[in-house]
C-alpha cells in the first residue's frame, strides 16, 4: 500500500503584493469617496478633493511627501465616521467599484503563486477597513493595511494605530516570515511604487509593477524583473478555470476528474462502435 507523507522539511513561501496601482488600477481608498460621500460621510467639497486627489496619483505616483500630506488629510476626513458603517458601504459597493479595476495580469500572477503552494499577502498603505474586503475578494490569504484608532463610540478617532507604509512593510514582512515560517529568499514581492523598496529588498524574488521613475531607475540597476499590467479586468469575465485561485491539491482533483472524464468518453464511443459493428 502506497502511503503519502507530507514533506514538512520544505520552508514556506509566500507572494507579498501592494495593492494600489499594482494589483488594482487606482487608489483603493480613493476609489470609494463617491460611496462616502452618497453614505453622508464626507461632503462635496471632499469628494471633490479626494477626486484630484486620485487624479495626481495616476498622473505620476505619489512621493513620500504627496503620501504624507494624504494620509494626514485622509486622516483628518474620516474622524468621526462610524466604522460599521463604512465597513457596510465597502461591502455593498465593492464589487461595482473594485472587481473592474482589478488587473488581469495581477489575478493570474495570484492564482500561480497559489497554484505553486505560496501564500498570497496584501500589504497595503490603506485602511484594513477597505483592504481586508478586497483582500478576500482576490483570494488572498493575509492582509497587512493600516489601522485607525477607534474609540469607544465606534467612531475612528482620526489618529493612526499602525502605518503600513516604506519600511513598516517590511518589518511586517519579516514578522510574518518568522511567526509563518516563510524563507524570504524564496518569496516574491511586487509594488510600483519606490517607498516599497524596503519591502522589496527583504525578498528573494522583487518584482517592480507599473513603476514609478525612481522605482524603474533602482529596478533596471539591480537587474530586478519590471512588469508592465494594463488589462483590468471584472474576475467573472476572465476564464472559469482562473476565476478562483487553485491549490495545488484542487488542481491535482481536477487533473483526475478530467482524466476520467475522458476515460469515459472514451470507453462509451468503445462500446457504441462494438454494438453498431
Given at each position: 500500500?502506497l502511503?503519502?507523507?507530507?514533506?514538512?522539511s520544505?520552508?514556506?513561501?509566500?507572494?507579498?503584493?501592494?495593492?494600489?496601482?499594482?494589483?488594482?488600477?487606482?487608489?483603493?481608498?480613493?476609489?470609494?469617496?463617491?460611496?462616502?460621500?452618497?453614505?453622508?460621510l464626507?461632503?462635496?467639497?471632499?469628494?471633490?478633493?479626494?477626486a484630484?486627489?486620485?487624479?495626481?496619483?495616476l498622473?505620476?505616483?505619489?512621493?513620500?511627501?504627496?503620501?504624507?500630506r494624504m494620509?494626514?488629510?485622509?486622516?483628518?476626513?474620516?474622524?468621526?465616521?462610524?466604522?460599521?458603517?463604512?465597513?457596510?458601504?465597502?461591502a455593498?459597493?465593492?464589487?461595482?467599484?473594485?472587481?473592474?479595476?482589478?488587473?488581469?495580469?495581477?489575478?493570474?500572477?495570484?492564482?500561480?503563486?497559489?497554484?505553486?503552494?505560496?501564500?498570497?499577502?496584501i500589504?497595503?498603505?490603506?485602511?484594513?477597513?477597505?483592504?481586508?474586503p478586497?483582500?478576500?475578494?482576490?483570494?488572498?490569504?493575509?492582509?497587512?493595511?493600516?489601522?485607525?484608532?477607534?474609540?469607544?463610540?465606534?467612531?475612528?478617532?482620526g489618529?493612526?494605530?499602525?502605518?503600513?507604509?516604506?519600511?513598516?512593510?517590511?518589518?511586517?514582512?519579516?514578522?510574518l516570515a518568522?511567526?509563518?515560517?516563510?524563507?524570504l529568499?524564496?518569496?516574491?514581492?511586487?509594488?510600483?511604487?519606490?517607498?516599497?523598496?524596503?519591502?522589496?529588498?527583504s525578498?528573494?524574488h522583487?518584482?517592480?509593477?507599473?513603476?514609478?521613475?525612481?522605482?524603474?531607475r533602482?529596478?533596471?540597476a539591480?537587474?530586478?524583473p519590471?512588469l508592465?499590467f494594463?488589462?483590468?479586468?471584472?474576475?467573472?469575465?476572465?476564464?472559469?478555470t482562473?476565476?478562483v485561485?487553485?491549490?495545488?491539491?484542487?488542481?491535482?482533483?481536477?487533473a483526475?476528474?478530467?482524466a476520467a472524464?475522458?476515460?469515459?468518453?472514451v470507453?462509451?464511443?468503445?462500446?457504441?462502435?462494438?454494438?453498431?459493428?
Amino acid at each position: 500500500m502506497l502511503m503519502l507523507v507530507e514533506n514538512h522539511s520544505l520552508p514556506r513561501t509566500a507572494a507579498f503584493f501592494d495593492l494600489d496601482k499594482t494589483v488594482i488600477a487606482k487608489s483603493s481608498t480613493l476609489t470609494f469617496s463617491k460611496s462616502f460621500y452618497q453614505g453622508g460621510l464626507i461632503n462635496r467639497r471632499a469628494a471633490l478633493r479626494t477626486a484630484y486627489a486620485q487624479f495626481v496619483f495616476l498622473a505620476g505616483g505619489a512621493d513620500h511627501d504627496q503620501m504624507e500630506r494624504m494620509r494626514k488629510y485622509l486622516s483628518a476626513m474620516c474622524r468621526g465616521w462610524n466604522v460599521q458603517q463604512v465597513k457596510e458601504i465597502v461591502a455593498e459597493t465593492l464589487h461595482d467599484l473594485i472587481d473592474p479595476i482589478i488587473y488581469d495580469e495581477a489575478a493570474s500572477l495570484i492564482e500561480e503563486h497559489h497554484t505553486a503552494g505560496r501564500d498570497v499577502v496584501i500589504v497595503s498603505t490603506s485602511g484594513a477597513e477597505v483592504v481586508e474586503p478586497i483582500g478576500e475578494l482576490l483570494g488572498a490569504d493575509r492582509v497587512v493595511a493600516t489601522r485607525m484608532v477607534v474609540g469607544e463610540d465606534g467612531c475612528f478617532t482620526g489618529e493612526v494605530e499602525y502605518y503600513a507604509y516604506g519600511p513598516t512593510k517590511a518589518e511586517a514582512v519579516k514578522e510574518l516570515a518568522e511567526s509563518e515560517g516563510y524563507d524570504l529568499s524564496q518569496c516574491y514581492a511586487y509594488s510600483d511604487s519606490a517607498t516599497d523598496l524596503p519591502m522589496l529588498e527583504s525578498v528573494g524574488h522583487p518584482h517592480a509593477v507599473n513603476p514609478d521613475r525612481t522605482l524603474r531607475r533602482e529596478a533596471l540597476a539591480r537587474s530586478w524583473p519590471i512588469l508592465d499590467f494594463n488589462r483590468p479586468v471584472r474576475l467573472k469575465q476572465r476564464l472559469p478555470t482562473l476565476s478562483v485561485p487553485q491549490r495545488p491539491a484542487l488542481v491535482m482533483a481536477a487533473a483526475i476528474g478530467a482524466a476520467a472524464a475522458t476515460a469515459g468518453l472514451v470507453w462509451y464511443a468503445s462500446r457504441r462502435r462494438a454494438t453498431v459493428a
